[in-house]
Nanobody, 111 residues
Framework: QVQLVESGGGLVQPGGSLTLSCVAS?????SGWAMRWYRQAPGKKRE??????????YYNDSVKDRFTISRDNDKRAVYLQMNNLKPEDTALYYC?????WGQGTQVTVSS
């Protein structure tokens, strides 16, 4: 059983930054997992943002110049640093590993 808990969301002004965190429990050796971030805005499909494999990162082209995924295997955590946030980044952000999802953390970008 894997549990993923996201945190770090909030209200931020356009142009601001946030760092989201996701801490995992259960499921064995964390360093062997590929971890992903997704988001879902109201009325829209869930959108993949970034993946951190064992050593390699991948990004959706729509965010690759502004978002950075990182991980700390000792803390069983994965992070998403988001810069130059825009109103269209407003969404519920989810951490994912395989079939497991966190509950999401809300990011709202508004002045």
């Amino acid at each position: 059983q894997v549990q993923l808990v996201e945190s770090g969301g909030g209200l931020v002004q356009p142009g601001g930054s946030l760092t989201l965190s996701c801490v995992a429990s259960g499921g064995g050796l964390f360093s062997g997992w590929a971890m992903r971030w997704y988001r879902q805005a109201p009325g829209k499909k869930r959108e993949w943002l970034a993946t951190y494999g064992q050593t390699t990162t991948y990004y959706n082209d729509s965010v690759k110049d502004r978002f950075t995924i990182s991980r700390d295997n000792d803390k069983r955590a994965v992070y998403l640093q988001m810069n130059n946030l825009k109103p269209e980044d407003t969404a519920l952000y989810y951490c994912n590993r395989d079939d497991w999802w966190g509950q999401g953390t809300q990011v709202t970008v508004s002045s």
